[in-house]
């Protein structure tokens, strides 16, 4: 039977079948492979996507988390609002209510500023160690001050506390709000003298979007959640219900990375972000049906046009079935041609037709995939630079040089010029790291900063140090990274001289080395073993408070200059220790 059919059916009948029996099968496990394929890209892809917003969003957030701080250290370690609050709550003391009264507008003078640089703080309050309130100040009218209660909430939360900034979100009432209440975030601290004695509490009352703004779109969409975790576990902060933050997201506190949880008849992908400078965790969850939602009109839409691809190929086949052979072969060979990975195949268009329109397709595909492989590779280039474009970013506050420069010449005006010759060091140091990344800086104005550095240094050490600078004029003009000599520096008093009072010598030279240029920090202080300068040069100690100066020189020589450039450093304990710099000769003395 089978073969009787066979010879009465004609030939093009038969490869009308038989083409669109192998094109139905093969559209179909081509499109079922794509899918799936594509299924898993898109999902790398996204879920990629979902903890780069994380790490982000937790870097903007331990940015105005770290400003908090900044206003609060003003504060708490302002000397002129400790010596007022220290006599006004002195129970052996009478103070007049003029005098009372003077004070007050004293500590409103010091935090004046406070009120410009902090947009996001709502109000302001400053109570003794009995909880009487020296100074209050509503920043804005968008709520109403803080009531007992809420105030024996925050001196509770302070009891187990040293002096860090203590968070907790409260629901205040407010005239403005529709429903009489605003949610704001309120951050308190224990107010401590510079010998550690504890003389007053400070509390700040912050606008919630100030913090959450940053985070707040990552768990939108479907039923998304994001739930944020201060440094005592707590949750601070979250769209959902409090209930909820107890299941697998409190499991994720103080880790970073992704992970898939089922939830009934729900998997959910989480995200979680943790600050090590902050201590404060962000978890996301999102729903893997949301995710994929537009992946599943991709298929449908891929098989409906599967469907009609096969019906009009049908059709070409019956009409030009000899004259379409050749093209579809030469579009298979230049499809596995480029299966194979060369993306520069391209197909000769013969005619206008369909085939013609596959043929352009098929050129402007891989065109489109060069494309973005190249993009691709231009992406992780920026990367680097934004990178290293972080690294020099930490001294920015463009706000503080200027007050620093008023501070210079009222200082100036008023004959103080030990004082002032300091603030001007220590302006010109901050102006000095403001300069745009790159622009060019030579080793004479790195040495001339490191100058001012040690003019600051010198005007707080009580016994002095010998400072020598020394570098061949041959090197001066050569280029180098800014601030890259200033952090090493630093650390000669911070670790080296930390216990010597006496014969304190700090020597910087710079010459020429073969086609290198070398740079060397020598200091007669304590020295290190051998252990400590390998554990110092690790890679993984990047993230410890000790070894993070050079750490941080050590990445940008790596991200700038790469092999052979390096740091070195020899040590002996108890003798010194000497830091070596090999950068290369750049510059119109250093070619």
Not at 127 to 146: F, H, I, Q, R
Request: hydrophobic letters at 40%.
């Amino acid at each position: 039977m089978w073969t009787g059919w066979r010879k009465k059916v004609s030939f093009k009948s038969k490869l009308l079948i038989g083409i669109s029996s192998i094109i139905f099968f093969t559209v179909n496990l081509s499109g079922l492979i794509s899918y799936l394929t594509h299924l898993r890209l898109f999902e790398e892809e996204v879920t990629e996507q979902y903890v780069k917003a994380s790490e982000q969003a937790m870097m903007q957030l331990e940015l105005r988390i770290m400003e908090m701080y900044r206003i609060s250290n003003y504060i708490a370690f302002n000397p002129t609002i400790e010596k007022i609050m220290t006599r006004l709550s002195s129970p052996g003391e009478e103070v007049s209510l003029a005098d009372r009264h003077f004070d007050q507008e004293r500590i409103a003078e010091q935090l004046r500023q406070v009120k410009f640089d902090a947009p996001q703080l709502l109000s302001l309050y400053l109570y003794d160690l009995t909880g009487t309130n020296y100074y209050y100040s509503l920043m804005k009218e968008a709520v109403e001050p803080l009531g007992e209660a809420a105030f024996c909430d925050v001196y509770g939360a302070l009891a187990s506390s040293n002096g860090e900034l203590v968070w907790m979100r409260r629901a205040i009432p407010s005239q403005i709000e529709k429903s009489g209440y605003r949610d704001v975030i309120i951050a308190s601290r224990w107010m401590k003298a510079g010998h550690g004695k504890t003389y007053g509490l400070l509390v700040m009352v912050i606008d919630e979007p100030f913090l959450t703004r940053s985070f707040r779109e990552i768990g939108s969409g479907g039923d998304g959640r994001v739930y944020l975790f201060d440094q005592r576990a707590a949750l601070l902060y979250t769209d959902g219900s409090a209930e909820e933050a107890e299941g697998p997201e409190r499991l994720l506190i103080g880790t970073t990375g992704s992970k898939m949880k089922d939830q009934g008849d729900t998997t959910y992908f989480y995200t979680s972000a943790y600050s090590k400078e902050i201590l404060f965790t962000l978890v996301s969850r999102v729903s893997l049906s949301y995710i994929f939602q537009d992946s599943r009109l991709i298929l449908n839409i891929s098989l409906w046009l599967g469907l009609l691809s096969i019906c009009l190929s049908s059709l070409l086949i019956v009409l030009l079935s000899g004259r379409l052979l050749s093209p579809l072969k030469e579009l298979v060979r230049a499809m596995r041609t480029m299966r194979e990975g060369d993306f520069e195949i391209r197909i000769r268009s013969r005619s206008n037709d369909e085939l013609g329109y596959l043929g352009e397709s098929f050129n402007a595909m891989a065109a489109s995939v060069q494309d973005m492989i190249q993009k691709v590779y231009v992406s992780q280039i920026s990367e680097r630079e934004a990178e290293l474009k972080a690294l020099q970013a930490q001294l920015n506050p463009h706000f503080l040089y200027n007050t620093l420069n008023g501070l210079y010449w009222k200082l100036y005006l008023q004959n103080d010029m030990d004082t002032a010759n300091l603030v001007f060091s220590l302006s010109r140091l901050l102006k000095y790291s403001l300069e745009r990344i790159h622009h060019r800086t030579t080793l004479r104005e790195e040495l001339e900063q490191v100058e001012n550095y040690l003019r600051i240094q010198e005007a707080f050490l009580e016994n002095g140090f010998d400072a020598r600078i020394r570098a061949d004029e041959d090197v001066c003009d050569c280029e180098i990274q800014r601030l890259l000599l200033q952090p090493l520096v630093e650390n000669a008093f911070v670790h080296a001289f930390k216990d010597r009072t006496s014969s304190k010598v700090l020597e910087i030279r710079a010459c020429r080395i073969d086609d290198f240029l070398k740079i060397e920090i020598e200091d007669n202080g304590c020295g290190m073993s051998k252990e400590q300068v390998d554990a110092i040069l690790a890679p993984g100690m990047a993230g410890e408070r000790d070894s993070l100066g050079v750490q941080s020189v050590l990445r940008r020589i790596n991200l700038v200059y790469g092999q052979p450039y390096r740091l070195e450093i020899a040590s002996v304990a108890d003798q010194g220790t000497t830091v070596h710099l090999y950068l290369p000769l750049r510059g119109e003395e250093g070619r």
